[in-house]
């Protein structure tokens, strides 16, 4: 019984760090641009798919094919700001979030092109039998993914605290035309933006892989439950996405636990709704979603 | 220094300058008075980069800067403080100085100094430096706008009504600081609608009516003028214009 539960608690924080990751980022984005990127959970699957592809046809040893399936995730990334988004820079905001979805439905049907119909699997990061504590098992590459986002989420809040150019994001983000005026380029911190965020998706995709496998259509799934976690935790908290992320995944594990596996993809629209009717300005948020 | 030629800007079909020239010289205060909607904004944000001018020309250290972006403008030398103070209200205080500075980021040694600078002459900034600019008073952001602008170490100083919406005892506090900074032989050109006192600290005027220039000459002669007095500081103008 109890260990049941903890079972439950080590997989649930292990998807949870996932979806903290996505809802990572859509904050980035849209904390510089005010745009919700539905094509984040794309970039999650593409992050996946490059990894089996580097690591598969290509050969690459793993931490390799992680590096390049993230650099190449943030290539399209940075293609899409500058081909489509920067192009369009005159829309509202509502229209740019159209065009986001515009840009996952083609990213989707490309992979799909690419890799197939079929889910691509991964080795895992290393190798041996998943770690007993107690009766708990723990698969070595849950403390592969808690590790890497935990990393990923250091790095970031340095980034965005002591760098000039984090900084300058978040300037940008706060009042673009004020930072024009301090000669800071909004363009290109829109730019990293994108790129940032659709590395960060990449990184979740690849670790992820070898639990789940990952296939062209995962994307969109991945996405809508990130977007949760964001939204819960307050659309540009980082902290939030956080927390969020790991009610997200430890509601669904304990309602796929003690429910039945077949709840667990509403949990995360349920906490969505909730959200959105009690505290539309996330468990973190800032109040701006309400005004 | 600074050259403006028959400058014509537009908003969609609104024509809001209707060819605008002016000039101002190293060390002086220059002064652009006029009534709401004049397009006194709109002048400076055409300076600026922010705004593209449709014809003329603007001239800075002479090196043409009509149509260049804010970006490009400020690493010219032009700083602006805009309209309504626009600080990045969600970040700290001390992050705004920084951001004033980001041109100079590759010098860190001189950002710091010259924030120290700021920190010295300002103490209220030191004293916030760590709280969040929005919960700043508006005399006190206005304040920061001003160290944030003169963090970019501009050639010239464009101060777009520093005094809107704030009380007359914190107006008085912000002329000072005006004052002083010409004492300090700064390049100022001021917008304001709170005429007397702005005629009063500059050596010329300009008055912009309906995207025209309509007037210019001397600050003390512009305030004895006859349309001045009867248009800006007749009857019509306030108690709490006088700084
Ligand atoms: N973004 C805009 N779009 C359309 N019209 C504008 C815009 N900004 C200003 N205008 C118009 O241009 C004219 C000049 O405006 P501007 O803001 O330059 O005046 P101002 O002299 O700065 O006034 P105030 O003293 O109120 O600041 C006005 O008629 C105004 O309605
Ligand atoms: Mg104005």
Redesign the interface.
């Known amino acids: 019984m109890t260990t049941d539960f903890f079972q439950y608690i080590v997989s649930g924080l292990t998807i949870g760090a996932i979806y903290a990751m996505v809802a990572i980022g859509y904050n980035i984005i849209y904390s510089v641009t005010e745009i919700i990127n539905f094509a984040q959970g794309e970039f999650v699957m593409l992050g996946g798919l490059f990894a089996v592809f580097f690591a598969g046809p290509l050969h690459f040893p793993l931490y390799l094919a992680f590096v390049c399936a993230v650099g190449m995730t943030g290539l399209v990334g940075m293609a899409m700001d500058r081909f489509v988004i920067g192009r369009a820079r005159n829309a509202s905001v509502m229209s740019l979030i159209i065009i986001t979805l515009a840009v996952s439905i083609i990213l989707k049907g490309g992979a799909m092109l690419w890799w197939g119909k079929d889910p691509h699997s991964l080795a895992a990061f290393s190798t041996g039998g998943p770690i007993r504590l107690g009766g708990v098992a723990i698969q070595p590459q849950a403390l592969w993914i808690i590790g890497i986002c935990a990393l990923i989420i250091i790095a970031l809040t340095l980034f965005f605290r002591k760098s ?1 150019y984090g ?2 994001m ?2 940008c983000a ?2 673009p ?10 363009k290109y911190m829109v730019l990293l933006s994108f790129v940032l965020s659709a590395m960060i998706g990449a990184a979740a995709g690849v670790i992820i892989t070898p639990v789940s496998m990952m296939e062209y259509d995962r994307g969109a799934l991945l996405g809508i439950k990130g977007f949760g976690a964001a939204v819960l935790g307050g659309l540009g908290q980082f902290f939030g996405a956080l927390v969020a992320g790991a009610i997200l995944g430890l509601a669904e594990s304990f309602c796929a636990g003690y429910l039945s596996s077949g709840y667990k993809d509403a949990v995360a629209l349920v906490l969505l709704l909730l959200a959105l009717f009690l505290k539309p300005e996330g468990l973190f948020g ?1 109040g701006e979603a309400r005004s | 220094m600074l050259v403006v030629k028959s400058v014509h800007t537009y908003y969609g079909n609104i024509h809001a300058l209707k060819g605008v020239s002016l000039h101002v010289r190293k060390g002086e205060i220059v002064t652009l008075v006029g009534a709401n909607g004049a397009g006194k904004s709109t002048l400076v944000n055409t300076i600026c980069g922010m705004a593209k001018p449709s014809r003329g020309s603007i001239e800075f250290n002479d090196r043409a800067i009509e149509g260049l972006p804010p970006e490009t403008i400020v690493r010219r030398g032009i700083a602006l403080v805009p309209e309504g103070r626009q600080i990045f209200s969600a970040m700290s205080v001390e992050a705004n100085l920084l951001m004033g500075g980001y041109i100079h980021r590759k010098n860190p040694g001189q950002v710091r100094e010259d924030m120290d600078r700021f920190y010295g002459i300002f103490p209220i900034l030191k004293q916030r430096k760590g709280q969040l600019a929005g919960t700043l008073s508006g005399g006190e952001q206005q304040m920061l706008a001003i160290s944030r602008a003169l963090m970019s170490r501009p050639d010239l100083l464009v101060l777009d009504e520093p005094s809107m919406g704030l009380a007359p005892l914190v107006t008085r506090e912000i002329f000072a600081i005006i004052r002083e900074l010409k004492e300090q032989g700064r390049t100022i050109l001021l917008i304001e609608q709170n005429a007397r006192a702005a005629l009063k600290v500059a050596d010329r005027g300009y008055v912009l009516e309906i995207g025209k220039v309509i007037l210019e000459g001397e600050g003390p002669e512009l305030l004895e003028h006859r349309e001045v007095k009867r248009a800006y500081l007749g009857k019509g103008a306030k108690q709490i214009w006088e700084a």
């Open positions: 000039i900084q300058a978040l300037a706060n009042n035309d004020a930072a024009r005026l301090a000669g800071i380029p909004v800032s």
